[in-house]
């Protein structure tokens, strides 16, 4: 799949391979799937990200990326509340996820879906989202915030 990453020829391709096989290459305990690609993990939205997104801690921030891999560094320790397993990949919660994501310039009407989609499907709540918004605080909280404000008053 990729450099010193192989997958037996019996097994089947999943859904998410490009992934998986970024992350797996990087590090598992090092890399966490984030922003667009964890939006993917998610199902949230229907971004179609360029490049597999990691998010990878300060004292990893020296790991060189892979091709076709982007690189974040947390500024912070991530929280291990902000982590979750999807499709058995470390990946960041939804309401990181689409704060990540609309901090990094996705398009905003991609953002706007992720929201309604999440708290639709009770995979995160206005708490959660007005908490990790107010830490960029700037459009990307008040986007998140109408956007949550115009989903539950539906």
Same mark, same amino acid.
């Not at 391709?13 to 966490?32: F, P």
């Not at 991609?110 to 999440?118: D, E, K, L």
């Given at each position: 799949?990729? /450099?010193?990453?192989?997958?037996? &020829?019996?097994?089947?391709?999943?859904?998410?391979?490009?992934?998986?096989?970024?992350?797996?290459?990087?590090?598992?305990?090092?890399?966490? #799937? &984030?922003?667009? &690609?964890?939006?993917?993990?998610?199902?949230?939205?229907?971004?179609?990200?360029?490049? #597999?997104?990691?998010?990878? &801690?300060?004292?990893?921030?020296?790991?060189?990326?892979?091709?076709? #891999?982007?690189?974040?560094?947390?500024?912070?320790?991530?929280?291990?509340?902000?982590?979750?397993?999807?499709?058995?990949?470390?990946?960041?919660?939804?309401?990181?996820?689409?704060?990540?994501?609309?901090?990094?310039?996705?398009?905003?009407? +991609?953002? +706007?879906?992720?929201?309604? /989609?999440?708290?639709?499907?009770?995979?995160?709540?206005?708490? +959660?989202?007005?908490?990790?918004?107010?830490?960029?605080?700037?459009?990307?909280?008040?986007? #998140?915030? /109408?956007?949550?404000?115009?989903?539950?008053?539906?």
């Amino acid at each position: 799949m990729r /450099q010193g990453l192989y997958r037996l &020829s019996d097994y089947p391709a999943g859904e998410h391979d490009e992934i998986r096989a970024a992350w797996l290459t990087v590090g598992m305990e090092r890399a966490v #799937v &984030s922003h667009e &690609s964890a939006l993917v993990l998610h199902g949230l939205s229907d971004v179609l990200p360029n490049t #597999v997104h990691l998010l990878v &801690s300060r004292e990893h921030r020296g790991v060189r990326a892979p091709s076709g #891999v982007t690189l974040h560094t947390a500024t912070a320790p991530i929280p291990d509340g902000d982590i979750t397993t999807r499709h058995g990949i470390r990946v960041t919660i939804p309401a990181r996820t689409i704060i990540d994501a609309a901090r990094s310039g996705t398009a905003p009407e +991609q953002i +706007q879906m992720a929201v309604r /989609q999440a708290l639709r499907e009770g995979r995160t709540t206005p708490d +959660q989202l007005a908490e990790h918004a107010k830490r960029n605080g700037g459009h990307v909280a008040a986007l #998140v915030k /109408q956007t949550t404000k115009e989903a539950t008053a539906a």
